[in-house]
């Protein structure tokens, strides 16, 4: 096992009191220390520098000897070996390795990376993979090599099917007969347009007999040219069946080696309980990836050397893919999909930080505007405009108990949790659907402001037209996907730089999830997160979005300036 010290100022740090809840989470200094230690060693491993600009996530995992894990700190001294392959590999000696080196306060620090780094799943850096499917030589590997051999048998078998020649021949010989039918069809209808009623009554039965026969001739044909060609073809007949058996081979041996793999992947929690993938996705297949994330593998590698977690943090090295939002540098929560299962078991036994998005002490809901028909009310961050399945307050539930005597739905439209500002009530449902026909038709005109990280020239203004879609491998985070995102448009404005931060008035014309906080992070929009943006920026407190004024036939409803934006 690689462990990394921290640096000397680490010692003045307390150690957090719970760790790290990795779905939402403010990293801890100790973190953000490794993180940049990190940084500075991926700086002198030139040979991956193309595949890091590119785009990756690393991790880094906080540790303590189970005897050190709590304050105050011992000085202590961390052993460790990384099982690679059938035996253990000797540590290196590069300046960031302390392989039987002293650590002031007794902590130090685990490194990961996802998936795989310049084509391999180890480095002596980083904590091994939780399973090492790429291990040459294993049952993973040579039934790959099978599944390839039977590829390539299917491909050498396809290349000997082809069309008989003989069907060509068919097909002008019957396309000469059906002219020749059509010919004489329509001979015998001049014919029957120019007899007589006696002599056509003579010939009528001798013309239904020629067509007869030429019907029932060209079905002698086709039989016999069916016959001619399945006998020419009757060999590719016996590779077309061979190629289907190979299929089904291929099929069985691949769902049998998925399901080989996903009980491979077994992961440890602090209780030292252990559960494959199998076990932790069992309503769904799991997909693609799970198990070789960062996270995972720095807990499996602290568990299994005894060690103690204190805090996690993951973070993006390199530039954004172009359908993704990640920041150099930025550290990111763990992925829904991929580890939200595996996670959920693998942190049983350790005290972990509350989900701080459950956290809703003193939010009010403030009536800017109320009349007989309708309201507007002041969201504020962090609740939820429609209840969630956390049962946690809502702006409907709150609202239902602000006002009894409203009908129908109420909730017109919706905001993001974590933006605040104006939301419409209708409190009779006859204005309900009103709104909801306003809204549908865009007659409501909506302005946003946002503090953005960053400066921009004041007065500059534009459109910015991406297409978004849900990120199915890690909701409720978005994408752009020229393919298949579904147009989003949003109109803006610079309006003022205010303490290192540009404010912009945003004007959406659509209403996709996110698309105000996407517009204004991805490199195809403004390229400038905004302040406190936890998914496509850096967390902070809040989020710096309000929802600032609605014009709703003519009349302006704006945000109390009380509700500032920082």
């Known amino acids: 096992m690689m462990l990394h010290s921290l640096p000397p100022q680490s010692a003045s740090i307390p150690s957090p009191e719970r760790f790290t809840f990795p ?34 996530m690393f991790g880094v995992l906080v540790v303590a000897r189970r005897n050190d894990c709590l304050p105050p700190r011992a000085t202590g001294v961390f052993r460790g070996t990384a099982e690679c392959g059938s035996g253990p590999t000797k540590v290196s000696e590069s300046p960031f390795a302390m392989e039987g080196k002293e650590v002031g306060g007794g902590l130090a620090f685990l490194a990961a990376f996802s998936g795989t780094l310049d084509g391999k799943t180890r480095h002596l850096y980083f904590v091994p993979p939780v399973f090492d ?40 010989e019957l396309e000469a007969y059906r002219a020749m039918m059509q010919a004489e069809k329509e001979k015998r209808h001049l014919l029957r347009a120019e007899l007589s009623a006696e ?23 086709q039989q016999e040219w069916k016959q001619r060609i399945d006998a020419d073809e009757a060999p590719m007949h016996e590779i077309q069946q061979q190629i289907n058996l190979l299929q089904r081979e291929r099929h069985e041996r691949s769902i ?25 996705f069992a309503d769904i297949v799991p997909p693609s990836g799970a198990g070789e994330c960062c996270a995972p593998r720095l807990l499996q590698a602290a568990y299994k050397e005894g060690l103690q977690p204190l805090c996690m943090a993951e973070f993006w090295v390199g ?6 939002l990640r920041q150099e540098g930025h550290f990111y929560p763990a992925c829904n999909s991929r580890c939200k299962p595996i996670l959920g078991h693998m942190l049983q036994g350790l005290l972990v930080e509350e989900n701080p998005l459950l956290h809703q002490e003193n939010l009010e809901l403030e009536v800017v505007y109320q009349d007989e028909q309708m309201a507007v009310v002041a969201k504020p961050h962090g609740m939820l ?51 909801q026909e306003d809204f549908r038709r865009h007659s409501v005109q909506k302005t946003y402001r946002a503090l953005l990280e960053r400066e921009m020239p004041v007065g500059q203004e534009g459109e910015i037209r991406l297409p978004l879609r849900p990120d199915i491998m890690d909701r409720p985070r978005q994408m752009v996907d020229y393919r298949h995102g579904r147009t989003a448009i949003t109109y803006y404005k610079v309006v003022e730089n205010m303490k290192g931060h540009a404010l912009v008035e945003l004007h959406p014309q659509t209403g996709r999830t996110h698309q105000l906080r996407v517009h204004c992070a991805h490199s195809d929009g403004l390229g400038n997160p905004i302040v406190g943006d936890r998914l496509y920026g850096t967390p902070a407190s809040h989020l710096c979005l309000q929802a600032y004024q609605l014009i709703i036939n003519g009349r302006a409803y704006t945000l109390p300036s009380k509700y500032k934006i920082i």
């Open 23 to 56: 779905f939402c989470y403010q990293p801890h200094p100790l973190c953000v220390m490794a993180a940049q230690e990190v940084q500075a060693y991926l700086r002198t491993q030139k040979q991956w520098a193309q595949e890091l600009k590119a785009g990756k």
């Open 256 to 280: 049998a080696l998925q399901q080989w793999l996903f009980r491979q992947f077994s992961f440890l929690n602090a209780k030292g309980q252990s559960k494959n993938l199998t076990e932790l």
């Open 385 to 435: 405009s429609v209840p969630g399945k956390d049962g946690l307050p809502s702006v409907q539930s709150v609202v239902r108990e602000m006002f009894p005597q409203a009908t129908g739905p109420m909730i017109v439209h919706r905001l993001d949790m974590d933006t605040c500002g104006l939301m419409v009530i209708a409190l009779t449902d006859e204005v309900y659907h009103q709104l």
């Open 133 to 172: 499917l790429m291990e040459p030589g294993c049952y993973f590997q040579q039934e790959q090599e099978q599944i390839s051999t039977i590829n390539a048998r299917i491909a050498s078998l396809q290349t000997q099917i082809g069309e008989s020649p003989l069907r060509q021949e068919m097909q002008r």
């Open 319 to 324: 530039d954004s893919p172009r359908d993704e």
């Open 199 to 221: 002599e056509l009554a003579a010939r009528e039965s001798e013309m239904i007999k020629q067509s007869q026969y030429q019907k029932a001739q060209y079905k002698r044909l």
